[in-house]
T-cell receptor, first 117, second 114 residues
Framework: GAVVSQHPSWVICKSGTSVKIECRSL??????MFWYRQFPKQSLMLMAT?????????EQGVEKDKFLINHASLTLSTLTVTSAHPEDSSFYIC?????????????FGQGTRLTVV | AQSVTQLDSHVSVSEGTPVLLRCNYS??????LFWYVQHPNKGLQLLLK??????LVKGINGFEAEFKKSETSFHLTKPSAHMSDAAEYFC????????????FGTGTQLKVEL
């Protein structure tokens, strides 16, 4: 299957700093990318949906100024957690879908474990 | 609107015995359905998908699922569990016009015992 590469796999940062997470589709054009947050032993919570070249659509309750999403190309999306605080510590996962839309599967990155100290 | 219900949060089986993970869905349209597996601290891996073709879908690692429209179900099965199958499993639905979004079930933790 297609490959989605997410980096870094883990990161520790100080409170107040910003962290950037990259998500790349290696062998297909990802017209839509999704960013999720996952709390321990829970399902994935959709944070935002981004289409290449457009502004991301954020889910209700997700602060767009805190979680900056950029989808500048068909193979790269980034999530920047700005002014991180300990409550932002979580597992973040990206996924990507091709142009065929709802009938196709999404491919997931390996996830990023963010710890804010 | 689409939704997914995974009926069991935890399932425990003995190695070599059958696995059944239950999933019911709700959709206003003809949905696509997926099963994903997640091992600890990893991303999600696709096991299988239903996209309006054959109702019995075979996936990787011996898993299969049957789409039953009359029961709005898409249960995941495997004839014989292996220790390596221990993981979290998510049933996921997608429908046209939903902004290309996936809707996840709450997950089922599968435990495989010797």
């Amino acid at each position: 299957g297609a490959v989605v590469s997410q980096h870094p796999s883990w990161v520790i940062c100080k409170s107040g700093t910003s962290v950037k997470i990259e998500c790349r589709s290696l062998d297909f054009q990802a017209t839509t990318m999704f960013w999720y947050r996952q709390f321990p032993k829970q399902s994935l919570m959709l944070m935002a949906t981004s289409n290449e070249g457009s502004k991301a659509t954020y889910e209700q309750g997700v602060e767009k100024d805190k979680f900056l999403i950029n989808h500048a190309s068909l193979t790269l999306s980034t999530l920047t957690v700005t002014s991180a605080h300990p409550e932002d510590s979580s597992f973040y996962i990206c996924s990507a879908r091709g142009p065929q839309g709802a009938r196709t599967e999404a491919f997931f990155g390996q996830g990023t474990r963010l710890t804010v100290v | 609107a689409q939704s997914v219900t995974q009926l069991d949060s935890h399932v425990s089986v003995s190695e070599g015995t059958p696995v059944l993970l239950r999933c019911n869905y709700s959709s206003s349209y003809s949905p696509s359905l997926f099963w994903y597996v997640q091992h600890p601290n990893k991303g999600l891996q696709l096991l299988l998908k239903y996209t309006s073709a054959a109702t019995l879908v075979k996936g990787i690692n011996g898993f299969e699922a049957e789409f039953k429209k009359s029961e709005t179900s898409f249960h995941l099965t495997k004839p014989s569990a292996h220790m390596s199958d221990a993981a979290e499993y998510f049933c996921v639905v997608s429908e046209p016009g939903g902004g290309n979004k996936l809707t996840f079930g709450t997950g089922t933790q599968l435990k495989v015992e010797l």
